[in-house]
């Protein structure tokens, strides 16, 4: 059985390779940022006032506040806040926000039990290469049953991720990923109506993994067959290929966490390499998007269901989640604004008359024979300019993912647009993390980056450099 096996490793001596450390410490840095950005935004205050108003004890502080709650709760505010904005990391194998999930519950059980830095990094790797390897046991199995990766393996990373801070043995921890099972979940209904339930994911996901430890340390049981079967969560939760073998081959020698991607802009994944490809096409062809008569793409299947589903009017979105989940929108605007950033998505800019017609104008064929997984794909896009000539733009991954990684530089300027004058304090405090003796001075900074400046004059987070 899996669980038995992978709650051995998670509970056991870890040899973590320096690479992986600052693999984790990029995606640990990325998720701050994306959460402080969001608390200057206010884009998740009712997840904040439930986390509040839920209380218990000051186990935990809530990111960019000096709020502090059960950790439980804190873990559900800070993977709404994380993922909130659309703008955290990827892995694409599993096409799960690793971070979203892994953060809140490496912080808030961390800071319960007074955990180091170190040991706060190593629970950190120890939750994304199950969040990963769980998710990527299925390639775009769980969205293709209409669930959300990200909360159907989360919920099993947080629950690790607790297990290795609160001390669990290997036994209780399988009892733990077996609770964490049947809080697994996540629909994908937000796609055809603009709802909020995505951002929430993480943060339900996050939290219910800690509540599945607990209980498990009070002695509930869970299923060890949780990952086999029968009526475990492939069988119930996924469509398609599944390999659970892949869970635990080269566990602790093949890691998940260098191969994360950490998004440019704060849009969904699978809209990436074409946005990529078609900026790439109006580079070469050296004109402006006023220009541009056509646009015409090449879609991965999978990525088609998601970004071109023609159930809703992608010209038109009716929400700005609907925009992050339009392929021809997003195309559209990042050719005629030259960038996107979280303003591109503001509910006052879905009107715009030079975006929606440039998206009415772009067309896409689906890849009949993909070669991988949606999220690493190559992009393919063809202009048709208004003198009738033609020019293709090619990428051979989104900007981002672990072929085509955003340097530290990129990754800096990235952290700098979410969390404004308070960023290198920050950068500064996540990175010395392995030598903390806690995780005092990370709180503190990310609170002083989140108050730096009142959020209806905060700067507008930008975009990284693709």
């Not at 519950?105 to 390897?133: F, H, I, K, N, P």
């Not at 998710?135 to 775009?140: G, K, R």
């Not at 159907?152 to 297990?163: E, L």
């Not at 689906?366 to 393919?380: F, I, L, N, R």
């Amino acid at each position: 059985m899996i669980a038995p096996s992978l709650a051995s490793w998670v509970t056991g001596d870890l040899e973590i390779p320096a690479a992986v450390d600052e693999a984790a410490l990029r995606h640990l840095l990325d998720g701050c940022g994306t959460a402080v950005a969001a608390v200057r935004l206010d884009a998740a205050l009712p997840a904040l006032a439930v986390a509040r108003g839920l209380g218990g004890p000051a186990e935990a502080t809530v990111l960019g506040s000096s709020s502090r709650l059960g950790a439980p709760a804190a873990a559900l505010a800070n993977g709404t806040l994380v993922h909130a904005l659309d703008f955290d990391d990827t892995h694409a194998g599993g096409l799960v926000h690793a971070t979203a999930v892994v953060l809140p519950a490496a912080l808030a059980v961390g800071e319960q039990v007074g955990a180091s830095g170190r040991e706060v990094l190593d629970a950190a790797v120890v939750g994304y290469e199950v969040a990963c390897r769980v998710a990527a046991a299925a390639p775009h199995g769980f969205h293709r049953r209409g669930l959300h990766a990200t909360m159907v393996a989360g919920v099993f990373a947080s629950a690790a991720v607790t297990a290795r801070l609160t001390g669990l043995d290997a036994a209780t921890t399988t009892h733990a990923l077996g609770i964490a099972g049947s809080q697994a979940g996540g629909l994908l209904a937000f796609l055809g109506t603009g709802a909020s339930t995505k951002q929430l994911h993480p943060g339900l996901a996050s939290q219910s993994g800690i509540l599945a430890a607990r209980l498990a340390a009070a002695g509930a049981t869970g299923p060890a067959t949780v990952f086999d079967g029968p009526h475990g969560v492939y069988d119930a939760l996924a469509d398609g290929p599944v390999d659970t073998s892949t869970i635990l081959e080269g566990l602790g020698e093949q890691w998940q966490t260098t191969a994360i991607g950490i998004k440019p802009w704060p849009t969904c994944q699978l809209a990436h390499v074409t946005m990529a490809a078609a900026q790439d096409a109006l580079q070469r062809a050296g004109v402006s998007a006023a220009e541009v008569r056509a646009v015409h793409a090449w879609v991965h299947p999978d990525s088609a269901s998601v970004v071109c589903a023609t159930d809703r009017d992608l010209t038109r979105p009716a929400s700005p989640y609907a925009a992050k989940f339009s392929l021809p929108w997003s195309v559209a605007a990042l050719l005629v604004d030259g960038r996107v950033g979280t303003d591109t998505y503001e509910a006052a800019a879905l009107d715009r008359a030079d975006v929606r017609d440039l998206a009415a104008r772009l067309t896409w064929e689906v890849d009949s024979a993909p070669q991988t997984v949606a999220a690493d794909a190559a992009g393919e896009v063809l202009l048709v300019l208004d003198d009738g000539s033609r020019v293709a733009g090619h990428v051979d991954a989104s900007p981002g993912t672990a072929a085509a990684p955003l340097d530290d530089v990129a990754l800096d300027a990235k952290l700098l647009g979410n969390v404004g004058p308070h960023a290198p304090a920050l950068a500064a405090a996540v990175r010395a993390l392995p030598d903390a003796p806690g995780l005092g001075t990370l709180l503190d900074a990310a609170a002083a980056a989140a108050s730096s400046v009142p959020p209806s004059t905060a700067p507008r987070p930008q975009e990284a450099t693709a």
